[in-house]
């Protein structure tokens, strides 16, 4: 295996395992050696076998198991990984490792937000890129104020230097502009969620006192905007308001509006902030 020569080493380390079946080392070389070959399939097994040698499996194998299945596109495999990756180990830097790759390949405006959210929460948000583009996100969205949190906290967190240093504080500066009208909106708050005729005007409402921090007044809004209906995107109101409830700490209740997400990508998503309030 040092030497690369990865085919033998899984031939040697085969023939040791049918003597000597319990042992983990070889195991995880075994496993190691299909991967590095870029055999994921047998990888998957092999891995999964060292799994459940032990108890608690080693994040190492897991991690093994999960980069396997994503590898080959497997979704439901990488989902199952991932349950049982977070399930005994997770921290921060698991949590980190996973969203990468789920930040790297989403496209979707609400899918990333949703996914930088639950970074925050897991306290998985450290990387420079990362705290820039998810403030240029939420101001293109309609979170200026929810942005400048974001943005103060990755400055305070000494994560930028030269030009990411220029472009973070170009980017605060965006967002406090749109802070600062969202700001002025608030006082109006209440009368506008009380005059509002549709789903989708309650919801912008509800983003609003989202933004600032008012997560029960958000989750009350989006709460209403569910019931009333006829929402340009459903899954984006129960998203917001799962994660509402999630920071005001009513996990049932915040279950319930991520279940009721249906797009399967979204849905994806929402299983991850399950994981998190597990």
């Known amino acids: 295996f040092r ?25 995880v070389l075994v496993a190691q050696g299909y991967y590095k070959q870029k055999d994921y399939k047998n990888a998957i097994a092999a891995g999964q076998k060292a799994a459940k040698a032990s108890n608690p499996p080693s994040e190492e194998i897991l991690q093994l198991i999960l980069r396997s299945n994503y590898e080959m596109k497997d979704k439901e495999g990488t989902q199952l990984a991932a349950e049982q990756l977070l399930r005994h180990y997770p921290t921060p830097g698991t949590w980190g490792r996973l969203l990468d790759g789920y930040i790297a390949q989403t496209k979707h405006d609400h899918e990333l937000l949703a996914l930088y959210r639950l970074a925050v929460d897991v306290g998985a948000l450290e990387d420079a890129k990362h705290y820039t583009d998810m403030t240029q996100a939420l101001v293109i969205g309609g979170f200026g104020i929810e942005g400048e949190r974001i943005m103060e906290q990755g400055l305070a967190s000494d994560v930028f230097a030269g030009d990411s240093l220029t472009r973070a504080e170009r980017t605060l500066g965006a967002a406090k502009r749109k802070g ?7 006082a109006g708050a209440p009368a506008a969620l009380s005059g509002a005729t549709t789903g989708d005007d309650m919801y912008e409402v509800g983003k ?29 109101v129960n998203m917001l308001l799962g994660v509402s409830l999630a920071r005001e700490g009513k996990k049932a209740e915040a279950r319930k509006a991520l279940d009721a997400i249906e797009d399967p990508q979204f849905a994806e998503v929402a299983r991850l902030w399950k994981l998190h309030l597990s």
Request: aromatic share 8%; proline share 3%; glycine share 8%.
């Open 208 to 236: 609003l006192y989202f933004s600032a921090g008012e997560y029960a007044k958000a989750a009350d809004a989006l709460s209403k905007a569910v019931k009333k209906g006829g929402l340009s995107d459903a899954d984006a």
């Open 180 to 186: 600062d009208s969202e700001r002025q909106a608030l």
């Open 3 to 27: 030497a690369d020569d990865y085919p033998k080493a899984i031939e040697a380390g085969n023939a040791y395992l049918k003597s000597v079946p319990g042992d983990q080392d070889i195991q």
